[in-house]
């Protein structure tokens, strides 16, 4: 199974800040990422998929890199609405594996 | 706008049975591949499992921690689909979530669309 490592687990930031989670594959996966943002109580929200390609309706301070297994979130400016948890999935191959979270909380 | 409602969480014992449901709503089920996806309480995001779609023939994917106690199906007449869970265990416990799960341009599946969830509680 492919496994997905994310950090940091938590991040502390404030408003207007610049964060990059990043999401460490344990082996090749082709670009076939997709990024998810969750607050608390709601379901999942898929922000990035191809690794880089940013879904209709997502604002364009988010964006996906990559650089061989390593994936990365970059949030060029936090917004209030940003502080939530957000998850890697590789889609690579069987079984599809999510990464850990990363909880990113207001300072 | 696309909508999917799961429902028929609740509290079975260990060793028991529970049905969820996923309704679908302004698109046909049976052109989509669909997910299932749980969550633990306060824990992260677990993958159940895949049904493709008709075109091919509802072929399933389960993960390793599922596979032969969990099963999925669906009714195209109701644009449902079904997740039966058997032989349930404590750790079974956690919100259950149907996603869709289109094509994207690389041909892989990607999960576009959730529901609500519903919450399955495994206790004596």
């Known amino acids: 199974d492919i496994q997905l490592t994310q950090s940091p687990s938590f991040l502390s930031a404030s408003v207007g800040d610049r964060v990059t989670i990043t999401c460490r594959a344990s082996q090749g996966i082709n670009s076939y990422l997709a990024w998810f943002q969750q607050k608390p109580g709601e379901a999942p929200k898929l922000l990035i998929s191809?690794?880089?390609t940013l879904q209709s309706g997502v604002p364009s301070r988010f964006s996906g890199g990559e650089s061989g297994t390593e994936f990365t979130l970059t949030i060029s400016s936090l917004q209030p609405e940003d502080f939530a948890t957000y998850y890697c999935?590789?889609?690579?191959?069987?079984?599809?594996?999510f990464g850990q979270g990363t909880r990113l909380e207001i300072k | 706008e696309v909508q999917l409602v799961e429902s028929g969480g609740g509290l079975v014992q260990p060793g028991g049975s529970l049905r969820l449901s996923c309704a679908a709503s302004r698109f046909t089920l049976s052109d989509h591949y669909m997910d299932w996806v749980r969550q633990a309480p306060g824990k992260g995001l677990e993958w159940v499992g895949r049904?493709?779609?008709?075109?091919?023939?509802?072929?399933?994917?389960?993960a390793a921690s599922v596979k032969g106690r969990f099963s999925f199906s669906r009714d195209d007449s109701k644009n449902s689909l079904y997740l039966q869970m058997n032989s349930l265990k404590t750790e079974d416990t956690a919100v259950y979530y149907c996603a869709r799960a289109p094509p994207f341009g690389s041909g892989r599946y990607y999960l576009d669309y959730w529901g609500q969830g519903t919450l399955v509680t495994v206790s004596s």
């Open positions: 999935q590789q889609l690579e191959s069987y079984p599809l594996t």
């Open positions: 191809e690794a880089s």
């Open positions: 049904s493709r779609n008709k075109a091919n023939s509802y072929t399933t994917e389960y």
